[in-house]
């Protein structure tokens, strides 16, 4: 591919954003990165401060959905292609609010291919032009104890969420079959690393943990989630916008399954050693089953077949070591966890913890 490209990444103030513009600014320092994000309480510009005066990087602080600013970016910038991000990707919130999640996750994602179009055809159709939409493995429902999901699993959405992501990847499809956009896609689990919001179960609970709160755990904890670093997905992003087949799809897999309540132990005694906490006042006690989430999915699991093979992607971290960084860097961060959970935050935590009744794990 070309020395000098011009990214377009929607959502790069969030978790995966912006852990992916940093791994991309790195590995490829010859490209320009445009940063479309509309900073809900989700987005955080501090997480990419310190590219604020690299001429390679520059943010517009605006919404997917708003297709005369999307016209202007397109038509401002010469985009060889698009890495689709923003999203609204919390589950419990889409369970108290959906309608936003079909706002941005649907009508935002296909104001996004309607401008990636107009522009692609006005250029030409370049056949090297992207348009990388990130989807989640949720859109595919739950497994039992047993199996794996795959490119060819058919899709049975569970939560307002996951039945919004699974609707943006059929228009993304749509755009490829019915007007030859050249789009991939990708199918990945359950993230973490840093800069991931707090809502989510390992900062939720990274942090509870240490400031001696109570650690939530749904239902009876066996729930099991498949964790990908998120350095190992920036990987098979990039892997994946070079040299992916259009109109292809690829499941992206840690290749490393957790009952929930495990992943909460693991945090419990890394917390512990860090804060020098004796047995007696292990984080443990703090663990409350309380009620479990509607629609709550049992398992997921990824087979990364195809984009192993395909690709030669792997995932090079193992899920203790790179929790124990995770813990690490939120336990050195306190700067950036003190400005993420404003107001907003505090609502969120009360909205959706206090109602749910809890029993102590022993
Ligand atoms: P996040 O919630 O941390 O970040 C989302 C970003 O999108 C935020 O910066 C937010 O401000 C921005 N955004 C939201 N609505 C917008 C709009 N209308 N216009 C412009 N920007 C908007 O999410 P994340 O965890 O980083 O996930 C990124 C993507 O990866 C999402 O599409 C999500 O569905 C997908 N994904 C995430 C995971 C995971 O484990 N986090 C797993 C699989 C797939
Ligand atoms: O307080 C909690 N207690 C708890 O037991 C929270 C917040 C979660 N959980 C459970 C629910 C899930 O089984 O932990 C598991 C992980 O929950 P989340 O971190 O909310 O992630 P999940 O619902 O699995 O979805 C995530 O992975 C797939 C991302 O949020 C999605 O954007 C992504 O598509």
Same mark, same amino acid.
């Given at each position: 591919m070309d020395e000098k490209r011009t990214i377009l990444v929607t959502g790069g103030c969030g978790f995966i954003g912006s852990n992916f513009v940093r791994y991309l600014l790195g590995k490829r320092p010859g490209w320009r990165i445009i940063n479309l994000d509309a900073? @809900?309480? $989700?987005?955080? &510009?501090a997480n990419l $401060?310190? %590219?604020?005066?690299?001429?390679r990087y520059i943010f517009v602080n605006g919404d997917i959905c708003d297709a005369a600013l999307l016209a202007d970016i397109f038509m401002e910038q010469t985009i060889d292609a698009v890495v689709h991000l923003a999203a609204e990707s919390h589950v419990d919130r889409s369970i108290h609010g959906p309608m936003t999640f079909v706002k941005t996750n649907v009508e935002g994602t296909c104001r996004l291919l309607e401008a990636a179009l107009k522009s692609w055809r006005q250029r030409g159709e370049p056949e090297d032009f992207r348009f990388l939409h990130v989807s989640t493995d949720e859109v595919f429902g739950s497994l039992g104890p047993r199996g794996f999901f795959t490119e060819a699993t058919p899709y049975d959405p569970s939560s307002p969420y996951s039945a919004s992501k699974a609707a943006a990847d059929h228009f993304v499809r749509a755009w490829n079959r @019915?007007?030859?956009?050249p789009v991939v896609i990708t199918n990945c689990s359950n993230n973490y690393g840093p800069?991931? %919001? &707090?809502?989510?179960?390992i900062p939720l609970m990274i942090l509870n943990a240490a400031e001696g709160k109570e650690l939530p755990v749904y239902g009876d904890g066996n729930n099991v989630r498949d964790w990908l670093y998120v350095d190992d997905h920036c990987k098979a992003l990039l892997l994946v916008l070079e040299t992916g087949r259009p109109g292809r799809t690829y499941a992206v897999g840690g290749g490393s399954q957790q009952a929930n309540i495990d992943v909460v132990r693991h945090i419990c005694r890394m917390v512990d050693e860090r804060l020098g906490r004796p047995e007696g006042k292990?984080?443990?006690?703090?663990?409350k089953f309380v009620a479990d989430r509607p629609g709550h999915d049992l398992r997921y699991a990824i087979d990364s077949t195809r984009i192993r093979n395909e690709l030669g992607w792997r995932p090079e971290h193992d899920f203790v070591s790179a929790l124990s960084k995770t813990v690490d860097w939120y336990l050195e961060h306190s700067d950036w966890v003190d400005s993420v959970r404003s107001g907003s935050y505090r609502q969120w935590i009360a909205t959706n913890y206090g109602k749910r009744v809890g029993k102590n794990s022993n």
């Open positions: 900073l @809900t309480y $989700a987005g955080n &510009p $401060a310190d %590219f604020k005066d690299d001429e @019915t007007y030859g956009l800069y991931q %919001f &707090p809502e989510k179960l292990s984080s443990q006690r703090l663990i």
